[in-house]
């Protein structure tokens, strides 16, 4: 559902001719049903990656596609299938929350009616019922971010992307976040989660991408690895490198 091969994504900074490579030969492949915890320090390439995979950027070289659409030749198709949640929620403050699901639901082409039937869904499961007619500047910030992921799922898109969705959520939160993405693999999404904490992805992922200069140092499962018996944060720190606790714990 969510593929790249020998993805490359060049800058040019000023003042030199040579390219920088934020993204260098991405290939991996992330199946339906399966959630995947993008890993990385600052600076790795998992910001670029994902905005590719958005139809943010363009790619240098390579390809990527979502349920089975290139990002590049088929963005509008891309968009369709894919739902997007970042830290920054994307909340408008003078939309309630039933008025930003319709307005997104018809930006997608959906029909009212099921813009009804799934707006009382997914308030039910997210808890969202008694904010439905709140102005979203009138919401905390954990539930401005179940709202955003409730605009992500208006058009019942396969695949999610999540780009460190906890930021700034308090425990209950967090974990009340964690525990929908479960459900949505249990519903068969396809799930690429970026997070700087290893703990998140230990609890929810079934593999790990990491990234270091743009390039994948691994993918896969880690608990296959004899060294990721300590936990993923200290099998990133072997892998890559990285020796102080402070770096590995938040990456």
């Known amino acids: 559902m969510i593929e790249a091969e020998n ?9 030199s001719d040579i390219p920088f490579k934020a993204v260098d030969s991405l290939t991996f492949k992330i199946e339906k049903g399966e959630v995947v915890g993008l890993l990385g320090p600052n600076g790795a ?7 590719i995979l958005c139809t943010l950027l363009t790619p240098s070289s ?5 349920a089975g659409f290139d990002v590049s030749t088929h963005p509008d198709d891309v968009r369709k299938n894919l739902g997007f949640v970042s830290a920054g929620t994307g909340i408008y403050d003078r939309l309630s929350p039933e008025e930003l699901l ?8 959906v029909d009212d009616k099921t813009i009804r039937d799934r707006t009382d869904n997914l308030f ?15 919401l905390s910030t954990g539930t401005r971010q179940k709202v955003s992921l409730a605009r992500a799922l ?14 700034g959520l308090d425990l209950i939160s967090t974990l009340g976040l964690l525990d929908t993405i479960k459900e949505l693999k249990s519903l068969g999404k396809t799930v690429l989660y970026s997070s700087h904490h290893c703990s998140e992805v230990e609890k929810i992922c079934d593999k790990s991408l990491i990234l270091k200069d743009g390039k994948i140092i691994w993918f896969g499962d880690w608990r296959n690895q004899e060294s990721s018996s300590q936990g993923l944060a200290e099998f990133f720190q072997k ?11 938040s990456v």
Do not use: C, W
Request: avoid cysteine.
């Open 7 to 15: 993805l490359t994504k060049e800058f040019f900074i000023t003042g």
């Open 45 to 51: 390439g998992k910001t670029t990656t994902m905005r």
């Open 62 to 66: 390579g390809t990527a596609k979502i």
């Open 102 to 109: 319709q307005y997104h639901g018809r930006l997608h082409g």
């Open 124 to 138: 039910a499961i997210l808890g969202l019922e008694m904010y439905r007619n709140r102005l979203g500047a009138k």
């Open 154 to 167: 208006i058009h019942d898109p396969p695949v999610l992307i999540f780009d460190e969705p906890t930021a």
């Open 239 to 249: 892998l890559s490198g990285y020796t102080t606790n402070s770096e590995t714990k």
